[in-house]
């Protein structure tokens, strides 16, 4: 397919929105969009960070899936308290893949599930006593628990439970800190505001707790790593990189991480942000509070790695700028190995993104270091700095597509015709069914990592057996085929 011009992109994007009521009409054509690398910032040419258009499928999280699910989760020391019905705590479980080391339910709860199990009576006559025994009851099942966050559902917001009462006395009572997070799913118009929500949480309960407390060590070159949450080991991978070049990662936020590390925080020397849309909060306000600079990093494929890790680099001295050109050379045989692989199967095959805080603009180069094309991206619940950082990546009239519903999806992609689509779970089987090649890209379809060259080696062998897989020219989406087909094909299978 020829490149599309701004022209035929705006074209088809009010082709596709004709089927909507004009008032829907009218506010989905805000959230869709033709990129201009050209502009500085988007603001006149999308609108982000809005309420879903009520009646049409959006595949968003709400604020309690941001605090337990992405940042407070994959703290492994802690445990993490989903207060409310079982529903949520069960559907947050162990989904994201947060890898870390330790001996679960000893001294490592992650992929564990603590619930108060609301029942009616909780909801007529309140949690609070429930919830103060629970915690008791965790701190004698499992006394190496560092802390305790107590995660609230929608009903504890609507009940109004005093669990911040609770958790002041049981912080008391214990010697451990024990954290109230309002995180209610309600709150806010997607998971979004569940990061806002937990990291003004560590602001609040954490990260102060050893202001006054000299007996750590520091050196000039330490850092901490936010918004990795080692989804398949990414973190790492990532890791792996910054020791060779003679940094000491503090901490980690929070994949693989832990209550101490995150104490220690206040006293690196710079924060390195991957997902800046789930921790940028916390960095700022280390910014203002300590002087902690911040800077943002991508470690998708060779390019960009060499890019964060020169600019990292430059932070520090002529030590740490010679280190990471010697990283780079290290590994310059094994990645061009991959791409002298990889690249000719790839080359020019088109790709579309939709996943949710940084993968829609960070892991474009990493296609790109494989010949492949980004012929539209969009997030699910970014705000629109998070679109001033993708104008510049993606190329000229690409198609933009913010809190995008499943209609406008499905047509997009039956009319640029992507060779795979990325994008989430909620999405996959859709896509799948109609035969266009598909991966998970929230948590990397089981597989991983994706980060660093270790990672881009995965990466390109994983989208390599995705999109050259010969099943795709062997099925025709079920409701395409008709009754006598279908009924053929049945019988086939079951003979064989």
Same mark, same amino acid.
């Given at each position: 397919?020829?490149?599309?011009?701004?022209?035929?992109?705006?074209?088809?994007?009010?082709?596709?929105?004709?089927? =909507?009521?004009?008032? *829907?009409?009218?506010?989905?054509?805000?959230?869709?969009?033709?990129?201009?690398?050209?502009?500085?910032?988007?603001?006149?040419?999308?609108?982000?960070?809005?309420?879903?258009?009520?009646?049409?499928?959006?595949?968003? &999280?709400?604020? =309690?899936?941001?605090?337990?699910?992405?940042?407070? &989760?994959?703290?492994?020391?802690?445990?993490?308290?989903?207060?409310?019905?079982?529903?949520?705590?069960?559907?947050?479980?162990? %989904?994201?893949?947060? #890898?870390?080391?330790?001996?679960?339910?000893?001294?490592?709860?992650?992929?564990?599930?603590?619930?108060?199990?609301?029942?009616?009576?909780?909801?007529?006559?309140?949690?609070?006593?429930?919830?103060?025994?629970?915690?008791?009851?965790?701190?004698?099942?499992?006394?190496?628990?560092?802390?305790?966050?107590?995660?609230?559902?929608?009903?504890?917001?609507?009940?109004?439970? /005093?669990?911040?009462?609770?958790?002041?006395?049981?912080?008391?009572?214990?010697?451990?800190?024990?954290?109230?997070?309002?995180?209610?799913?309600?709150?806010?118009?997607?998971?979004?505001?569940?990061?806002?929500?937990?990291? /003004?949480? !560590?602001?609040?309960?954490?990260?102060?707790?050893?202001?006054?407390?000299?007996?750590?060590?520091?050196?000039?070159?330490?850092?901490?790593? !936010?918004?990795?949450?080692?989804?398949?080991?990414?973190?790492?991978?990532?890791?792996?990189?910054?020791?060779? $070049?003679?940094?000491?990662?503090?901490?980690?936020?929070?994949?693989?991480?832990?209550?101490? @590390?995150?104490?220690?925080?206040?006293?690196?020397?710079?924060? !390195?942000?991957?997902?800046?849309? +789930?921790?940028?909060?916390?960095?700022?306000?280390? @910014? @203002?509070?300590?002087?902690?600079?911040?800077?943002?990093?991508?470690?998708?494929?060779?390019?960009?790695?060499?890019?964060?890790?020169?600019?990292?680099?430059?932070?520090?001295?002529?030590?740490?700028?010679?280190?990471?050109?010697?990283?780079?050379?290290?590994?310059?045989?094994?990645? @061009?190995?991959?791409?002298?692989?990889?690249?000719?199967?790839?080359? %020019?095959?088109?790709?579309?993104? =939709?996943?949710?805080?940084?993968?829609?603009?960070?892991?474009?180069?990493?296609?790109?270091?494989?010949?492949?094309?980004?012929?539209?991206?969009? =997030?699910?619940? *970014?705000?629109?700095?998070?679109?001033?950082?993708?104008?510049?990546?993606?190329?000229? *009239?690409? !198609?933009?597509? /913010?809190?995008?519903?499943?209609?406008?999806?499905?047509?997009?992609?039956?009319?640029?015709?992507?060779?795979?689509?990325?994008?989430?779970?909620?999405?996959?089987?859709?896509?799948?069914? $109609?035969?266009?090649?598909?991966?998970?890209?929230?948590?990397?379809? #089981?597989?991983?990592?994706?980060? %660093?060259?270790? %990672?881009?080696?995965?990466?390109?062998?994983?989208?390599?057996?995705?999109?050259?897989?010969?099943?795709?020219?062997?099925?025709? *989406?079920?409701?395409?085929?008709? &009754?006598?087909?279908?009924?053929? +094909?049945?019988?086939?299978?079951?003979?064989?």
């Amino acid at each position: 397919m020829a490149k599309m011009t701004q022209e035929e992109t705006q074209a088809l994007i009010q082709e596709v929105l004709e089927v =909507y009521p004009e008032k *829907a009409k009218k506010d989905r054509a805000k959230h869709l969009a033709v990129n201009d690398p050209s502009l500085e910032q988007p603001k006149k040419c999308i609108t982000s960070n809005r309420k879903s258009q009520p009646g049409v499928m959006t595949v968003r &999280g709400c604020a =309690y899936a941001g605090s337990r699910g992405v940042v407070w &989760g994959p703290v492994k020391d802690m445990v993490h308290i989903s207060h409310g019905p079982i529903g949520c705590g069960q559907y947050s479980r162990a %989904g994201r893949r947060n #890898y870390y080391v330790g001996h679960t339910g000893v001294d490592t709860f992650g992929t564990m599930n603590f619930t108060s199990d609301f029942q009616e009576k909780d909801i007529v006559f309140g949690g609070d006593k429930k919830l103060d025994k629970l915690i008791d009851e965790i701190n004698e099942l499992f006394p190496l628990v560092k802390g305790i966050s107590v995660q609230s559902e929608c009903p504890v917001g609507l009940i109004g439970d /005093d669990i911040e009462a609770v958790s002041k006395k049981k912080t008391k009572d214990l010697g451990k800190p024990v954290i109230p997070v309002r995180c209610e799913g309600f709150r806010g118009v997607s998971q979004s505001l569940g990061h806002h929500i937990a990291n /003004d949480s !560590l602001r609040d309960w954490v990260l102060s707790n050893r202001d006054g407390d000299n007996s750590f060590e520091t050196t000039p070159y330490d850092v901490a790593i !936010l918004g990795d949450y080692n989804i398949g080991g990414d973190a790492w991978s990532s890791r792996i990189l910054l020791e060779e $070049m003679g940094l000491r990662v503090v901490a980690m936020w929070s994949g693989d991480g832990t209550l101490p @590390e995150m104490e220690l925080t206040s006293k690196v020397k710079l924060n !390195l942000v991957h997902c800046y849309r +789930s921790i940028n909060y916390i960095t700022r306000h280390m @910014e @203002e509070k300590y002087g902690i600079p911040w800077m943002e990093y991508n470690l998708f494929g060779p390019t960009k790695i060499a890019d964060s890790l020169r600019a990292i680099a430059a932070r520090f001295d002529e030590t740490i700028q010679a280190n990471a050109e010697k990283v780079i050379a290290k590994y310059q045989a094994e990645y @061009e190995a991959v791409v002298a692989k990889y690249k000719p199967r790839l080359e %020019g095959k088109k790709v579309m993104l =939709y996943v949710g805080g940084l993968r829609p603009r960070h892991i474009i180069g990493a296609y790109e270091d494989l010949g492949m094309e980004v012929i539209g991206t969009g =997030y699910e619940f *970014a705000h629109n700095d998070d679109y001033d950082r993708t104008l510049k990546d993606m190329g000229n *009239a690409t !198609l933009l597509y /913010d809190d995008v519903t499943g209609y406008e999806l499905e047509e997009f992609v039956k009319r640029l015709k992507p060779d795979l689509i990325g994008s989430g779970i909620k999405e996959k089987y859709i896509f799948q069914k $109609m035969g266009v090649p598909f991966r998970q890209m929230h948590s990397w379809d #089981y597989s991983g990592p994706y980060h %660093g060259y270790d %990672g881009f080696a995965i990466f390109a062998r994983d989208m390599d057996m995705t999109v050259n897989n010969p099943c795709w020219n062997r099925m025709q *989406a079920p409701w395409l085929e008709s &009754g006598s087909q279908t009924a053929e +094909s049945s019988a086939q299978q079951a003979a064989a």
